[in-house]
């Protein structure tokens, strides 16, 4: 009987190590494989994640390149610089500076208080020549000039003529709030009929006007900021009121001398078609002063027309065919 007992314990012990070392062992290693697995999918996981996050990274880099730095630096150079050039350039035209040199070559022009008709026009281009400049009036003015109008801003345009741009609505130059008031009226007179941007308005000073310095700077002041040119038309000899009160406003504001254009109508040489213009510019107006128009010729028997002289870096101040 013992040896049955002790058989059965001894088999009991053998089974037991069986379980314990052989049948556990294979569970936890089945369990271990399981959770291998498991930790593979979460690595793979974990793996695949960053590798989205790798290519989110490579989004932001790409996205940092492609629009930060790529997009962001032509932005700059897009925006900044060009535009920043351009506000450069527009600040400058605010100022003339043309005392640098003096521009280009000579070109034949006339002025006129008629109305400009084809008629007026064939009778300048029949008799005289063919102008390239033609000044005009803003506005009628009773008894002295028709104003510009819009036909014929067409017509000469459509002729290939730029316009220059006169205002001769007052008889007294005196006075800084004169001067104001009349570049205010000179202003409107010019939006009204829609003369763009950066166009000179040449004040018509006649010599019998009274004028003073104080005049000239209202003119000046007023203009100058605005979207138009100050000009000036007038007798500049030495011993003329308009040249004595240029000169005044010159002293007292020099800028006026860099940034003013002047249309000079001596020395007189008298009437000439275009072929037989005075050879050499040599209006009165000193040569530091922006002096680039010359009326040498007025009061036409044939046509209702003066005749002019220009240096050509007038035109960036008149109203150009488009």
């Known amino acids: 009987m013992r040896q049955y007992l002790v058989l059965a314990t001894v088999f009991i012990l053998a089974f037991a190590s069986f379980f314990f070392f052989v049948i556990n062992d294979g569970y936890e290693r089945a369990l271990i494989c399981e959770n291998g697995q498991f930790e593979d999918r979460e690595k793979n996981g974990a793996e695949d994640e960053e590798r989205e996050n790798g290519n989110g990274s490579n989004g932001e880099s790409n996205g940092e390149e492609n629009g930060e730095t790529s997009n962001g630096d032509n932005g700059e150079g897009n925006g900044e610089e060009t535009n920043g050039e351009n506000g450069e350039t527009n600040g400058e035209n605010g100022t003339i500076n043309g005392n640098e040199e003096e521009s280009g070559e000579i070109v034949w022009g006339v002025d006129s208080a008629s109305l400009t008709t084809e008629e007026l026009f064939a009778c300048v281009t029949s008799n005289f020549g063919d102008p390239e400049i033609w000044g005009r009036y803003l506005e009628d003015k009773e008894g002295v000039s028709y104003g510009l109008t819009t036909d014929e801003v067409d017509f000469l345009h459509e002729q290939g003529v730029s316009i220059l741009v006169i205002y001769n609505h007052f008889t007294d130059g005196t006075t800084y709030e004169k001067g104001v008031a009349e570049a205010e009226q000179a202003i409107a007179y010019a939006e009204e009929i829609g003369v763009p941007e950066q166009v000179a308005i040449f004040a018509n000073v006649e010599p019998e006007y009274p004028i003073d310095s104080a005049f000239i700077q209202g003119w000046y002041d007023t203009l100058q900021p605005s979207i138009y040119y100050a000009a000036i038309y007038g007798l500049f000899d030495e011993e003329s009121d308009v040249y004595v009160a240029y000169e005044g406003a ?73």
């Not at 530091?288 to 050509?312: H, K, M, R, V």
């Open 250 to 322: 010159i002293n007292e504001n020099p800028e006026i001398a860099e940034n003013m254009i002047v249309w000079a109508n001596q020395p007189q040489i008298g009437i000439t078609t275009e072929e037989n213009a005075p050879e050499d510019y040599n209006p009165a107006a000193p040569n530091d002063w922006l002096n680039w128009a010359w009326q040498y010729g007025i009061d036409a028997e044939t046509c209702n027309i003066d005749t002019n002289l220009f240096q050509s870096i007038i035109f960036d101040y008149l109203w150009q065919p488009e």
